[in-house]
């Protein structure tokens, strides 16, 4: 039975020994909480998936414009014919057949205007037909050019389908240029968590450490006292319990600390298999300055910073513009049309072109057209449909700010919390700390027993072990305070653009 304890003493030592000498072998690496910060701006995966999505936004905004590109279109054709020889009931002759050719060319120009929706066309075309009817020659040419316009007065007057997708296309612009800002925030406070998590893991190790020294401090020297006859062997039994314990304790906590390693280094990175043989060594220390917390203050930046209440006014925004062009939609089509031009005719092409260039000849007609479905069901219920969207949006928008007023309350009373907290795990250390002390003093004139020594130990871990997680708790929570107020970016002056 003895050699099986010893045999577990050396197995717990050496199993100590290498995870301490596994950690020692990895190149360290000093780094800042801004180090981190920076590092994950231009590494963190998610960080980088999500700025892709405003040049998506950017390409579709500029694609949206196509509704206003003009369109040229040019064509050119040869046409050729036969008719064949009739008889008229007014005369017994036979009308001769009649071969002809034609070349035949067109061209023009199309669009819209952005402004008010006119729909200009400019055109020009040409022709020469030529051939024989019996055994008379014929040549001719004519063309001309002109321009045709229309200009809606009611429905496509003061917005139309490509000023809808334009405004929608810079709606969803600013809407991904926020989810930008969402990311960069979860993304900071995630390293933010995860490098105060990884600071609390190395002090809690140390704890451990201090643990083991004091159980084989105590397991020392009472082995000495039973060696000269003044301790029982059941009170080393328990010194031996309690190291073996505080072994087995430290492992668990050098066990968490690899895996904290790993998650903040997964933050940090692209590039896992780089970073692997990295111990990343914080230069911060777990400290609790004293913040003043102003609830008033917290709430007006939540409600002008904060990521995802900017993109529910941009849903609204975005509602109302489709509002506006469906009301448009129920007016009748009520247009203006016009068209101006000049025409030609000679034997040649040259002539013809001289005449339209003189302008001799030419043509015009203006007037209006009125087009009205005469139920227009579709367009007024989905004026009513867009509607009752608008309202419920609203409502969301409402919903949602009185949700971040009451997620910043939270936040700001947890806060004040962690840092009480601080203080009282503070004193609770300092207490246990003097309490150890004195019951060594005692146990050493023989007025205590090991059990109550090892118990006022294990105390004084749990102490130790609470108050620097208090610390870190307390500056997780300002992390996350900063992250419902939107203010992350500004806390840690981090440039939207920065890469």
């Known amino acids: 039975m003895k050699s099986f304890q010893v045999f577990s003493i050396v197995f717990f030592a050496a199993l100590t020994a290498a995870a301490q000498t596994?950690?020692?072998?990895?190149?360290?690496?000093?780094?800042?909480?801004?180090?981190?910060i920076q590092q994950a701006l231009q590494h963190n995966f998610d960080v980088q998936i999500e700025r892709y999505q405003p040049q998506i936004s950017l390409y579709n905004l500029r694609a949206a414009y196509d509704g206003y590109d003009p369109a040229f279109s040019i064509s050119g054709q040869h046409n050729y014919s036969v008719s064949p020889s009739r008889f008229s009931s007014f005369t017994t002759n036979q009308t001769p057949p009649t071969i002809s050719d034609a070349n035949i060319f067109n061209s023009g120009l199309t669009g819209t205007?952005?402004?008010?929706?006119?729909?200009?066309?400019?055109?020009?075309?040409?022709?020469?037909?030529?051939?024989?009817?019996?055994?008379?020659?014929?040549?001719?040419?004519?063309?001309?050019?002109?321009?045709?316009?229309?200009?809606?007065?009611?429905?496509?007057?003061?917005?139309?389908?490509?000023?809808?997708?334009?405004?929608?296309?810079?709606?969803?612009?600013?809407?991904?240029?926020?989810?930008?800002r969402q990311q960069l925030i979860t993304s900071v406070t995630a390293v933010i968590n995860a490098y105060y998590e990884l600071i609390f893991a190395q002090q809690n190790v140390q704890v451990q450490q201090q643990a083991l020294d004091l159980a084989q401090t105590q397991l020392d020297q009472d082995n000495q006292r039973v060696q000269i006859g003044t301790l029982a062997i059941l009170s080393v039994q328990q010194d031996k319990s309690q190291v073996a314990q505080a072994r087995a304790n430290l492992i668990s906590a050098q066990?968490?600390?690899d895996t904290d390693q790993?998650?903040?280094?997964?933050?940090?990175?692209?590039?896992?298999?780089?970073?692997?043989?990295?111990?990343?060594?914080?230069?911060?220390?777990?400290?609790?300055?004293?913040?003043?917390?102003?609830?008033?203050?917290?709430?007006?930046?939540?409600?002008?910073?904060?990521?995802?209440?900017?993109?529910?006014?941009?849903?609204?925004?975005?509602?109302?513009?489709?509002?506006?062009?469906?009301?448009?939609?129920?007016?009748?089509?009520?247009?203006l049309l016009g068209s101006y031009g000049f025409s030609g005719a000679s034997r040649e092409y040259d002539g013809t072109f001289?005449?339209?260039?003189?302008?001799?000849?030419?043509?015009?007609?203006?007037?209006?057209?009125?087009?009205?479905?005469?139920?227009?069901?579709?367009?007024?219920?989905?004026?009513?449909?867009?509607?009752?969207?608008?309202?419920?949006?609203?409502?969301?928008?409402?919903?949602?700010?009185q949700n971040v007023m009451v997620e910043i309350d939270n936040?700001?009373?947890?806060?004040?919390?962690?840092?009480?907290?601080?203080?009282?795990?503070?004193?609770?250390?300092?207490?246990?700390?003097?309490?150890l002390d004195a019951e060594q003093?005692?146990?050493?004139?023989?007025?205590?027993?090991?059990?109550e020594v090892l118990t006022y130990q294990?105390?004084?871990?749990?102490?130790?072990?609470?108050?620097?997680?208090?610390?870190?708790d307390y500056n997780e929570a300002l992390a996350a305070l900063a992250q419902q107020e939107g203010s992350t970016l500004e806390r840690y002056n981090i440039n939207l653009e920065a890469k």
């Not at 229309?150 to 991904?176: E, H, M, S, V, Y």
């Open 262 to 335: 790993n998650a903040l280094k997964n933050l940090l990175t692209d590039s896992y298999a780089k970073t692997h043989d990295v111990d990343i060594q914080p230069t911060a220390a777990l400290e609790a300055p004293l913040q003043s917390f102003n609830l008033q203050d917290s709430w007006a930046k939540g409600m002008t910073e904060r990521p995802d209440l900017l993109q529910a006014q941009l849903s609204v925004e975005r509602q109302g513009i489709q509002l506006k062009f469906d009301r448009n939609q129920l007016f009748p089509e009520l247009d």
């Open 113 to 180: 205007l952005p402004l008010s929706g006119l729909q200009y066309t400019f055109s020009g075309n040409i022709a020469e037909q030529y051939g024989e009817q019996g055994v008379f020659p014929f040549d001719s040419s004519d063309g001309g050019i002109g321009v045709t316009l229309t200009q809606p007065l009611l429905k496509g007057f003061w917005i139309d389908q490509p000023r809808l997708n334009i405004r929608l296309a810079k709606n969803q612009l600013k809407n991904d240029e926020q989810g930008v």
């Open 354 to 401: 001289d005449q339209v260039r003189e302008g001799n000849a030419p043509n015009y007609y203006y007037g209006a057209q009125l087009k009205m479905p005469l139920s227009n069901v579709g367009p007024r219920n989905a004026y009513k449909s867009s509607k009752v969207t608008l309202q419920q949006l609203l409502l969301k928008l409402k919903q949602l700010e």
């Open 411 to 435: 936040a700001v009373k947890l806060a004040q919390s962690k840092h009480e907290s601080v203080q009282a795990t503070r004193q609770a250390r300092i207490y246990a700390e003097a309490a």
């Open 22 to 36: 596994g950690t020692n072998t990895l190149a360290t690496r000093a780094m800042s909480l801004q180090d981190c």
């Open 441 to 451: 003093k005692t146990y050493a004139v023989g007025k205590a027993t090991t059990f």
């Open 255 to 257: 066990s968490t600390l």
């Open 458 to 472: 294990n105390s004084l871990t749990a102490a130790r072990s609470a108050e620097i997680r208090a610390l870190a």
